[in-house]
């Protein structure tokens, strides 16, 4: 998906869904992308993932489908199930704006097409003016 696929309106609705249950850094829009791993690159995780995706979901009438937090996002703290955990269920999978975006747009968590997809790496905007939040700069 390139940026020219966007709808821009509905991007920056999931911008403020996340805004909403977690603070972006000040220069978190310098290099946003489609690309960009809400858990690595952002530092949602644990907690404030478990309140974003709730709301996510209700927010964009997201249908659930097969989500499951264990395969993007690490608990807080120490996890004292982990090694029961399969690889697959230990949040090594990118969980990207993308895939959000993406999940938006079809209304369902399809974990096949939405980590399959390829999400372009271009940064989504070119100037301040462009930020769907204010008080942000590129």
Not at 38 to 45: A, M, P, S
Not at 112 to 123: D, F, I, M, R, V
């Amino acid at each position: 998906m390139t940026n020219d696929d966007v709808d821009y309106e509905l991007l920056g609705n999931v911008i403020r869904c996340i805004q909403d249950t977690f603070e972006f850094g000040k220069d978190a829009f310098k290099g946003l992308s489609l690309s960009t791993d809400i858990n690595r690159d952002l530092g949602v995780e644990g907690d404030d993932a478990n309140e974003l995706m709730p709301e996510f979901f209700q927010r964009f009438a997201v249908e659930i489908g097969s989500y499951d937090p264990y395969r993007y996002f690490v608990p807080e703290g120490y996890d004292l199930l982990a090694f029961r955990r399969g690889k697959e269920r230990q949040g090594n999978i990118p969980i990207t704006l993308g895939m959000l975006y993406l999940a938006a747009k079809t209304g369902a968590w399809n974990p096949a097409l939405l980590e399959q997809s390829h999400y372009s790496n271009t940064p989504l905007y070119r100037s301040s003016s462009d930020v769907p939040l204010p008080g942000y700069e590129v």
